[in-house]
T-cell receptor, first 114, second 114 residues
Framework: AQKITQTQPGMFVQEKEAVTLDCTYD???????LFWYKQPSSGEMIFLIY??????QNATEGRYSLNFQKARKSANLVISASQLGDSAMYFC???????????FGPGTSLSVIP | NAGVTQTPKFQVLKTGQSMTLQCAQD?????MSWYRQDPGMGLRLIHY???????DQGEVPNGYNVSRSTTEDFPLRLLSAAPSQTSVYFC?????????????FGEGSWLTVV
């Protein structure tokens, strides 16, 4: 069954340090895509990064990188050089390409400390 | 750039009333979906569609109805509102398959059922 797990309800990181947010997934579909979204306190959903299951390299977008370990079914988000504006909820999501259904994990609340 | 437009932004309903949340996108996306987000939680998929005339149930479909008569519009109907449906509702759209590497969200609709 399609499932996303984020085991860290809350995380703290010092400003300018790197932080890793964990995401594991379960699917029987051989083809899928993985997403990370940021939701600040204002409520909007902001797209950060995408990784396809057949992509050979880990995705990177500026300070965001996705540590994709297919055999372990994990897709952790790494934020480098944390900024105060990174304080937000972070959601991992997965799309199964057989039906295009997209589900989200429960999220991780990140707080960046000055 | 209209993107994904949801209306209304705020609504208060009495128990038993019906209403429709409207969602429109101008990006010619095949995939559209509705999520609900309860306080402090992730997004749960209500219904989704991969094209006009095609809809399917998500994780929490009970109490909600959808239709997809055009590519642009995907309204969500609450047939008989209950306090348990108090939530923030997000509409989202994207291309399907490997083209769907970014999911676009509306700004959210805050619904309170009293």
């Amino acid at each position: 069954a399609q499932k996303i797990t984020q085991t860290q309800p809350g995380m703290f990181v010092q400003e300018k340090e790197a932080v890793t947010l964990d995401c594991t997934y379960d699917t029987s579909d051989p083809s899928y895509g993985l997403f990370w979204y940021k939701q600040p306190s204002s409520g909007e959903m902001i797209f950060l990064i995408y990784q396809g299951s057949y992509d050979q390299q880990n995705a990177t977008e500026g300070r965001y990188s996705l540590n994709f370990q297919k055999a372990r079914k994990s897709a952790n988000l790494v934020i480098s050089a944390s900024q105060l504006g990174d304080s937000a909820m972070y959601f991992c999501a997965m799309r199964e390409l057989s039906n295009d259904k997209v589900i989200f994990g429960p999220g991780t609340s990140l707080s960046v400390i000055p | 750039n209209a993107g994904v437009t949801q209306t209304p932004k705020f609504q208060v309903l009495k128990t038993g009333q019906s209403m429709t949340l409207q969602c429109a996108q101008d990006m010619n996306h095949e995939y559209m979906s509705w999520y609900r987000q309860d306080p402090g939680m992730g997004l749960r998929l209500i219904h989704y569609s991969v094209g006009a005339g095609i809809t399917d149930q998500g994780e929490v479909p009970n109490g909600y109805n959808v239709s997809r008569s055009t590519t642009e519009d995907f309204p969500l109907r609450l047939l008989s509102a209950a306090p348990s449906q108090t939530s923030v509702y997000f509409c989202a759209s994207s291309y399907v398959g490997t083209e769907g590497n970014t999911i676009y969200f509306g700004e959210g609709s805050w619904l309170t059922v009293v």
